[in-house]
């Protein structure tokens, strides 16, 4: 049983495009929605997250869009460059502050930015 | 990754043999977390901890055990370890139970 569902699996932009991610989620319990960047050989890094009381949040060239009642979040990246070239997660999790908010990660996008 | 070192790194192990990996933190954070990485599935929780001694199931247990006798290190046993237990695996820890800061990874081959 898959929560989190993330699309596409893989894509390719060119550098100066926007790269789109975007992930759906069943649970309407869940309360927040992080996503991480992973490049090879690393652990994955913590890239942006928001909560479902707002529908946008920016962070530089990074924004999350949030549709609370399709139960969807997207991650844009704009103006792509070769160092984003690395893989993204979508993740969500229920607040449980006494057992430690569980995120549950979709299956990953693996972004080639080409120059 | 500052704050959090896993080992060993890479670990080649045979069938039916015990395997243990380490997570250790020097941050003080309460929650700990196990995750595996595999293709096609992300990263799914196998077990996790809010406090020394309390741990508790994730979503793929069945085959692992996890202590966490000390604050800063959480350890998780493959008691017998199997082919599908073939995976990387990632610790991660968090203070407030938000905001994961992920370790290298263990990559485990069960041959």
């Known amino acids: 049983q898959q929560q989190v569902k993330q699309s596409p699996q893989s894509l390719i932009v060119q550098k100066g495009g926007i790269s789109i991610i975007n992930c759906a989620y069943e649970?309407?319990?869940?309360?927040?929605f992080p996503w991480y960047q992973q490049f090879p050989g690393k652990g994955p890094a913590l890239l942006i997250a928001?909560?479902?009381?707002?529908s946008e949040k920016k962070e530089g060239r990074f924004t999350i869009s949030f549709n609370k009642s399709a139960k969807q979040f997207s991650l844009h990246i704009m103006d792509s460059q070769p160092g984003d070239s690395a893989t993204y997660f979508c993740?969500?999790?229920?607040?449980?502050?006494?057992?430690?908010?569980?995120?549950?990660f979709g299956g990953g996008t693996r972004v080639l930015v080409k120059p | 990754d500052a704050g959090i070192t896993q080992s060993p790194r890479h670990k080649v192990t045979e069938t039916g043999t015990p395997v243990t990996l380490r997570c250790h933190q020097t941050e003080n954070h309460r929650y700990m977390y196990w995750y595996r990485q595999d293709p096609g599935h992300g990263l799914r929780l196998i077990h996790y901890?809010?406090?020394?001694?309390?741990?508790d199931k994730g979503e793929v247990s069945d085959g692992y055990s996890v202590s966490r006798s000390k604050t800063e290190d959480f350890l998780l046993t493959l008691e017998s370890a199997t082919s599908s237990q073939t995976s990387v695996y990632f610790c991660?820890?968090?203070?407030?139970?938000?905001?994961?800061?992920f370790g290298s990874g263990t990559r485990l081959t069960v041959v």
């Open positions: 991660a820890i968090s203070d407030r139970g938000y905001g994961y800061t």
């Open positions: 993740a969500a999790s229920r607040g449980n502050k006494a057992a430690g908010n569980k995120l549950t």
């Open positions: 901890s809010y406090g020394v001694k309390d741990t």
């Open positions: 649970n309407t319990a869940f309360d927040y």
């Open positions: 928001i909560r479902p009381d707002v």
